[in-house]
């Protein structure tokens, strides 16, 4: 059935194969140990993306930052805000300028959201094109050293319920 | 005749068995962990093909994504639009319960097709019991039956099964099986392929490849392969499947070959996100699927499989999945769990990952013969690890169906958090 060769020495093991048998066991012990340290957050690169703060209207269930990699970052989990107000947002400061190009929010929001960023210390506010599940593609790649995401004036749903967010950079300006 | 041989042989039997179970087991999830199937990311975006041309009649629509995964769903979808025109002809928009329904059942039907080829290619090569050992391994170990049910509507468990199926041809080729239907298969398969996913083209190389490492073998096959008797049913395959998805392109941009990513590149090509891609918490390939580490070791086993012969093509093709998924700007693949563009190569893995379990056999027995109390230890580690993958894989799906784990990006914490709740409950 099998036509591959078998290279087995009859019945005694080489030192080759010994070898090679001792360092596919320490390839799966390295392993193992790598994934344990792994899951302890010992290669937690957080602050990679350049997230100085996250801060909102409201103080609840505010989680750290995550990156893994350096091009995007992702928020928090189940930020549930009982009583939403038309004045709740979202802020996030970034340790120097950032260049972004969209970003995509899991989970509910506002009706209608409102983008602002800062640059050069003053605030504005970043057109998008049309939202798609959950995704807000900016009209253009905007730089900024903070990102403000609140609820329109004119939405009439105001519930928050955000799983997370991710932001896309322009990843060759993310090199830089 | 044949069929009451092989119904004869044990090991066959209880292929049947895995797979009635393994389909049973998808089919309770997708009716009751599932909400629906069309509406995940992209998925929606190839199934939109279909409510466009057949049911608008909209032949200029365009998509970044090719048309193969729509041609996939087709019977299905044609079945769900007859019954549906049956039951209730108002609700046959393309959208309601029966065509969702049917994409769902269409990710079961790709994964019992691709497993038996893939168990067949694995049945050559190793044997039965290596076969059916390493296809009940890769469905316990691997996210293969997430991509068959809650993500039924992406590519990947569509071109699991043709890879398999390619796989397996090729097999049967390189054993001497010609004729115009063979060759016309084969490319039909790679053409196929090809309209799922571009880039996936290079699966070629393991048809290119086969036998290149044996210098007999070598010189019969290339002047086999590029014979007119091959090259020809080869092409005529290849265009049946890729001359439609042309000439669409014709209709919708005015060219016969476009670039429809159109804005996204590979990025990354000189500093691949390799590490990432496969040691990152949020979507390592290795973190997710531990499993798969023994299919990366068994790289240095492929030897053991057919003599060496695919051995080039399926370390090429490990590579250039590799590198083209850590090159691409969007490395992570979007919000889907897990490294999703690795489904693809499973068939080439497994054979991997087979050859891996046939030399650990045999240094087991030679360990057996000389020493029996470390033949007793490197049992049970090897086992064990094995084991822990296939218990993690598990772990990390049942956190993610729960909310523990974001399919988007997962974190450490959220993977140990999965972890601890399956120990705690």
Not at chain 1, 45 to 61: M, N, T, W
Not at chain 1, 167 to 174: I, K, L, Q, S, T
Not at chain 2, 22 to 43: K, P, Q, R, T
Not at chain 2, 162 to 191: D, M, V
Request: aromatic share 18%.
């Amino acid at each position: 059935m099998n036509s591959g060769k078998r290279l087995c020495s009859g019945g005694k093991m080489t030192k080759k194969n010994k070898a090679a048998l001792i360092a596919a066991s320490f390839v799966l012990i390295g392993f193992s140990v790598f994934f344990f340290l792994k899951l302890q957050g010992i290669w937690d690169f957080s602050g990679r993306f350049g997230i100085r703060e996250i801060a909102s209207s409201r103080d609840v269930g505010m989680e750290q930052a995550l990156i893994d990699g350096d091009e995007l970052t992702s928020w928090g989990s189940y930020n549930y805000w009982e009583k939403p107000q038309k004045e709740d947002y979202l802020l996030f400061s970034f340790r120097k300028e950032r260049r972004l190009r969209q970003i995509e929010i899991d989970g509910i929001t506002p009706s209608l959201l409102v983008f602002f960023g800062k640059s050069d210390g003053k605030w504005s506010r970043i057109p998008f094109s049309q939202p798609r599940r959950g995704c807000y593609v900016f009209e253009r790649d905007v730089r900024v050293t903070d990102l403000k995401i609140a609820a329109s004036s004119d939405a009439r749903e105001l519930k928050w319920d955000v799983k997370e967010i991710t932001f896309y950079g322009d990843a060759r300006e993310m090199e830089k | 005749m044949v069929t009451q041989e092989r119904w004869k042989n044990k090991y066959d039997r209880r292929l049947f068995l895995f797979l009635a179970s393994a389909a049973a087991v998808m089919l309770i999830y997708e009716i009751f962990g599932v909400e629906h199937f069309i509406g995940y990311y992209d998925g929606e975006l190839y199934y939109s093909y279909l409510i466009e041309y057949l049911l608008k009649g909209n032949w200029t629509y365009f998509e970044k994504y090719p048309i193969g995964t729509a041609l996939a769903e087709l019977p299905f979808f044609l079945a769900a639009h007859a019954l549906t025109l049956i039951v209730d002809p108002a609700a046959a928009d393309g959208y309601s319960a029966l065509y969702d329904g049917a994409v769902g059942i269409s990710g079961i039907f790709y994964y019992v097709l691709g497993t038996v080829f893939l168990y067949r290619a694995l049945k050559l090569l190793f044997g039965e019991k290596i076969a059916l050992g390493i296809n009940v391994l890769v469905f316990l170990g691997t996210a293969l039956p997430l991509y068959a049910t809650k993500y039924a509507s992406f590519s990947h468990i569509k071109t699991y099964a043709l890879s398999a199926a390619f796989l397996y041809l090729t097999l049967l080729i390189g054993r001497g099986r010609e004729g115009f239907r063979t060759h016309f298969l084969l490319g039909l398969l790679l053409g196929w392929i090809v309209i799922i996913r571009n880039i996936n083209v290079f699966f070629v190389l393991f048809y290119l490849c086969y036998g290149i490492t044996d210098p007999k073998y070598r010189r019969e096959h290339f002047r086999r392969v590029f014979s007119a008797r091959r090259l020809l049913p080869n092409i005529l395959g290849g265009l049946t499947m890729v001359l439609p998805q042309m000439i669409l392109w014709k209709i919708a941009t005015g060219h016969f070959i476009c670039y429809s990513y159109e804005g996204e590149s590979f990025s990354y090509l000189t500093h691949p996100k390799i590490f990432e891609v496969l040691f990152s918490d949020a979507k390592g390939l290795l973190i997710f699927m531990p499993i798969l580490l023994f299919c990366f070791l068994g790289l240095f086993c492929l030897r053991q499989a057919d003599g060496g012969r695919g051995t080039a093509g399926i370390v090429l093709i490990v590579l250039l999945e590799l590198y083209t998924t850590a090159a691409w700007w969007c490395w992570w693949l979007g919000g889907v769990y897990g490294m999703r563009s690795f489904i693809d190569i499973f068939p080439f893995l497994a054979v991997s990952g087979g050859a891996f379990w046939l030399w650990l056999r045999e240094r087991l027995k030679e360990l057996r013969n000389s020493d029996g109390g470390w033949y007793a230890v490197c049992l049970v580690f090897f086992v064990s690890a094995a084991a822990a993958c296939c218990f993690l894989n598990v772990a990390f799906l049942k956190g993610m169906q729960e909310g523990t784990v974001s399919e988007t990006f997962a974190t450490w914490w959220q993977l140990q958090q999965a972890l601890r709740q399956v120990f705690l409950f």
